[in-house]
């Protein structure tokens, strides 16, 4: 019986050690997408506890808590974080094989160099050493992203944010490189006009206009577009349900705009409407300066509406969506490419069924410009598993080509989450690795190593740019 989280952990032969070992271990980190919060960079925090840095804003383990009848009092509650902690360690047990049991220990181990599993037992003196270190200045949040071997971090930010953060880490001269990405989702969100227009108020703030008409929206999007461009930015990112691709005049967009802002209620039709001419905008806007779009696709948000009023959003209650996509998808693509402002693109879903249906469709718009312009991301969130990554990338195989992938991103809220990045490779090493055991692929070491480690790091250090 092997050990479990070994040197050899996810890894079940030859092949896939040495391709992982000799070939993806020591690589850096380039992580595109992740939300970890710029000024806790900015401010090189040093956390509290454990509980501080782990536990807090993990809706994945409040979600396995709860579903271990763990009160909200030690959830999101006001329980001393000792509690808490104790009480996460107490469901920990009760997740195996789920991918948090694999999570856990391995984010104890790296950063910490604690392999104790973690349990009822063992969660006070866990906690007490993982404390100690977070006390040290080794610990520090840029620390960490110095231990981890991180080159790259992308954070999601709005485009009314000021990034005064990002700025300042640029300014200390902190070697590992903080770009902003764009998220501008709440410029389309006309389903709730009352929310619509405070925000379009903040935005024409920031943008130091007034925003009366739909040109003036434009203008003031174009205007923060321009400043995140400027401060770095070579990236968006759509958290919508799925791809909108009504057609719409720029005369309709123009009406939607003046009666959403005369607070009158759109009907689903405008809505549709004025959300694919957006989208269509946001693109053009992304092309025009070489930047990536990704879409991340197919979640229902808050399903759980009492909990929604206690908690707020991204606190786990959200659930993968069955929306129809292949249609709506194809005719924004296709809407794109026919005005040659298609840039280059990374989609990822969240409902399995879609995976062959996205990987097509993204391989129908390469146009041999740039190697993978099309990018089938990696898998997302309740696919972010052992089993949801190796279909992602078997379907990415069969479909298209591997070898061409941008790889992983910890797409996460917490400093704790980059092992995430060994996880995948470990995961990547063995399925290259058991394919050339079984005779599916030769036995050629270089060729075979180059593949994971251009997967692992070299691809999206060239697709990218960021360290031009």
């Known amino acids: 019986m092997k050990k479990f989280l070994d040197e050899n952990f996810l890894l079940e032969s030859k092949t896939a050690e040495i391709l992982y070992h000799e070939h993806a271990k020591e690589l850096p980190i380039i992580d595109y997408h992740c939300h970890l919060p710029p000024d806790e960079i900015a401010a090189d925090r040093q956390f509290e506890n454990l ?16 579903a271990n009848g763990i009160p909200e009092h030690y959830i999101t509650g006001p329980a001393p974080d000792d509690e808490k902690f104790l009480k996460w360690a107490e469901t920990v047990p009760n997740t195996l094989r789920n991918p948090l049991y694999h999570w856990t220990h391995m984010e104890l181990k790296r950063p910490f160099g604690i392999e104790r599993i973690l349990n009822a037992d063992t969660a006070a003196g866990i906690y007490e050493e993982a404390n100690a270190m977070l006390q040290t200045e080794g610990f520090s949040t840029r620390n960490i992203l110095r231990k981890m071997k991180v080159e790259v971090v992308c954070t999601t930010d709005d485009p009314v944010d000021s990034l005064e953060n990002h700025r300042k880490v640029k300014e200390d001269g902190f070697e590992i490189k903080m770009f902003p990405a764009w998220r501008p989702d709440k410029a389309m969100a006309v389903e709730n006009s009352h929310k619509f ?7 024409a703030e920031a943008a130091g206009i007034e925003i009366g008409t739909f040109n003036d929206l434009l203008d003031a999007l174009q205007r923060r577009h321009d ?5 770095g930015c070579r990236l968006s990112d759509h958290g919508i349900e799925t791809f909108y691709a009504e057609e719409y005049t720029q ?43 990704q879409f991340h696709i197919g979640v229902i948000r808050n399903i759980n509406s009492r909990m929604h009023e206690l908690l707020g959003p991204d606190t786990g209650y959200d659930s993968i969506g069955d929306f129809e996509v292949a249609r709506p998808m194809s005719k924004l693509f296709d809407r794109l490419e026919l005005m040659e402002k298609l840039c280059k693109t990374i989609v990822y879903n969240i409902n399995p069924r879609d995976n062959e249906l996205i990987a097509t469709i993204l391989y129908s718009f390469n146009d041999g410009s740039i190697p993978g312009k099309m990018q089938f991301g990696s898998g997302w969130w309740f696919l972010d598993q052992k089993d949801g990554m190796e279909k992602q990338m078997n379907a990415l195989s069969n479909m298209g080509l591997l070898s061409r992938f941008v790889g992983m991103l910890t797409d996460s809220r917490s400093f704790l989450s980059f092992p995430r990045h060994e996880y995948f490779r470990r995961i990547l090493c063995n399925l290259i690795g058991n394919d050339a055991e079984n005779g599916l692929l030769p036995a050629d070491m270089d060729l075979l190593g180059n593949l994971v480690e251009d997967i692992s790091y070299r691809n999206a250090r060239e697709y990218f740019g960021f360290l031009e």
């Open 197 to 203: 227009n405070v925000y379009i108020d903040t935005l």
């Open 227 to 231: 400043f995140f461009h400027e401060n």
């Open 251 to 293: 005369a309709d967009l123009e009406s939607i705009f003046l009666k959403v802002r005369s607070r009158k209620k759109l009907t689903h039709d405008e809505i549709l409407k004025f959300k694919s001419g957006m989208l269509v905008i946001f693109a053009m806007m992304d092309h025009d300066k070489g930047w990536t779009q």
């Open 51 to 66: 509980t501080q840095i782990w536990l807090v804003g993990d809706h994945y383990k409040w979600s396995a808590m709860r």
